[in-house]
């Protein structure tokens, strides 16, 4: 049994090693990774030293903060990041320029618009969630911060300019860990780590656009409709994905006390996000440009015959990540196993999903409709149940409701593909995509 288990890894790891596109895709991937978990390293020492300076329960306040920021970026960056990666390389020199002009005035335009409506919205929001005024402030100034840095690393990212994006990610951290260093002796709120996260992305975002090299200025409403009509779709994806990985928090704020709000921000949130920047900023920012060009079933059915190999490597490496983490921690709060192989389980699948969810995604309309479809189907009913099982078994429920989520999800993506992406065409899941 064990020599046949080793003689299956072997070939798969041989099929591996002589794809071409793989040996490309891993060669980038290794110029960032160092640069990349460096960074992400930093700011978990920076949580792991702010549950130390303030406690667990702060951790809950963060991470509601952040996650709230998360949502108000998505009609901000309205999904242009996408069609930068998209669409740029596609792009001569000429062509270029004007891109990327178009992009960025339309971006300006649009975050300027957007932050007046939100802070004009202010007392409305907060009478409905419960948010004080100055949450809400400190997740408008993130969310606008987040939106320049995401569009400048889009632009890097189709330049695959993999090196110079992971030193300035690391500078920006750098700042950020500084920060939070210094401050945390001096500050006893939780406010000094969401200035610091702010800082962050500005210093990123500025040092990026001084290396993106723009000849002479255009503007193209033809490239601004290009670029919205392709990220619309991705952003309406990107709320539903929301609506479903970053809603809990909020959900167990509403039914669990402040202290297992900390808890399992620590426990499950920490985690996720880890993962969340180890996955988009490290592998992604080379997988999406690697993959632009290829056959996306190709892709699709790797990711496939991975599975057995790539489910256990992120699930134990989850697990590691959290008995780490608890230690790191200063051991401030329970050691739960039962959390911890849960979470670990539910990140595990969650990586799958996001595989395949980035492989149709930069295929254009008719992948984003695919993603699309694969989370709208199911999302009010999955909704529902993380309500419904956070209200009744506190974080346990929402850590299991989260697992059941990441299993509904791929079932529907291998349902999907298999039933109308491949048999029908995806146009017939919406009349307005074409091909």
Known sequence: MTQQLVKSISQRVVILISDGNIK????????????????????????????????????GDITMVQNAGYLLVIPIVSGINYSIIKYLPQCGIKERNEFIVSAFLANISVTALLVLAYISASELFCKITGFSTDKWVL????????????????????QKMFFRLSCLKM???????????????????????????????????????????????????????????????????????????????????????????GLYSLYHTNVRNFFNIMFHEVFAVVFLPTIAEIDKMKVYRKIIGLIPLL????????????????????GTYEFNWLYIGIVS???????????????FTVEGKRGAVLCLWVVGVPLPLLLAATVWITKSFGITGAMVSSLIAQLVLIGMFILTIKRLYLKYNISAMSPIVKG
Request: charge should be positive; charged fraction near 10%; include cysteine.
């Open 24 to 59: 490309k895709f891993f060669s980038s991937l290794g110029v960032v990774f160092i640069f990349r978990f460096t960074t992400a390293a930093l700011n978990m020492v920076s949580i792991a030293l702010t549950v130390r300076y303030i406690g667990v329960a702060a951790m």
């Open 139 to 158: 997740s408008i100034i993130f969310a606008a911060a987040l939106n320049f840095s995401m569009v400048m690393e889009s632009v890097l990212r189709s």
């Open 345 to 359: 389980i539910s990140t595990g699948f969650h990586s799958i999903y996001w595989m395949l969810n980035s492989a």
């Open 171 to 261: 500078v920006g951290s750098l700042f950020f860990f500084a920060i939070v260093l210094v401050c945390g002796f001096i500050m006893k709120s939780f406010y000094y780590f969401v200035i610091a996260m702010i800082i962050n992305q500005c210093v990123f975002a500025i040092l990026a656009f001084r290396d993106i090299k723009i000849e002479r200025m255009g503007f193209s409403m033809k490239a601004v409709r290009l670029i919205y009509s392709y990220g619309a779709i991705n952003m309406v994806s990107w709320i539903l994905s929301y609506a479903l990985f970053s809603t809990d928090i909020f959900i167990v704020g509403h039914y669990c006390s402040a202290y297992d709000v």
């Open 311 to 330: 489910l256990p490597f992120s699930v134990l490496a989850n697990a590691a990540f959290s008995i780490v983490m608890y230690f790191m921690y200063g």
